[in-house]
């Protein structure tokens, strides 16, 4: 008859895991998950609470700096002239107008070689940053006074942008034995400008 190898040391030994085991699983179920675990997550949001109220603390300290410095952005604003200076579009197109007139008066030595044919409103996409005023304009322009315009308008202040040039060449009738006389190039362009008020894409960047 063989031996049993089991060996009544074996049994406590078993008997000692097993009740580590159920120690364990009372712990985990009865103390950790009811007690412990609450325990640690009011510590972790507690700590999460100072550094929070730590950085209130340093922001509110900064205020008084921050405010300059808003204060500082103001006045540089107000004082740029880069915007131009209207309260509306309306306003701005007659700005616009009077800009391109003044420089027609300043660079055109013949009225006939060099004049304004037409201005006209152009209201065009606005999803820009600032909102853009352009106006429609269209000369009977010699090359030399048009290129000295064009540069007077895009090189002052405030900015101005010049663009959508379209550039004719007038075709005329010359009798037989008479004298050629170069007509004026007809002129067509876009010229804008920006006032200091919110356009389509800073609404649309605001409201995301």
Known sequence: MKTSRFQPKDGRFLAIVLLLIVLMLVYLIGVHWWFVAPHLQFRADMRDLREQQLRF???????????????????????????????????????????????????????????????????GPDDEVYKRVTVQARLKCDLEPLA???????????????????????????????????????????LSGYLRQAGAKAAKGGGK
Request: net charge neutral; charged share 25%; with cysteine.
């Open 57 to 123: 603390r340093q922001t509110t300290a900064e205020k008084p700096e921050i405010e300059k410095r808003l204060a500082e952005v103001k006045d540089y604003e107000q004082g740029n002239q880069a915007f131009l200076s209207e309260a509306d579009a309306n306003a701005a197109s007659a700005a616009l107008i009077q800009r391109l007139n003044q420089s027609l008066k300043d660079h055109a030595k013949d009225e006939k070689r060099c004049q304004s044919v037409g201005t006209q409103n152009f209201s």
């Open 148 to 190: 000295a315009i064009l540069y007077d308008l895009e090189n002052g202040k405030p900015y101005l942008f010049v663009d959508q040039v379209m550039i004719y060449k007038q075709q005329t009738y010359t009798p037989p034995g008479a004298k050629t006389v170069a007509s004026p190039l007809d002129v067509r362009f876009n």
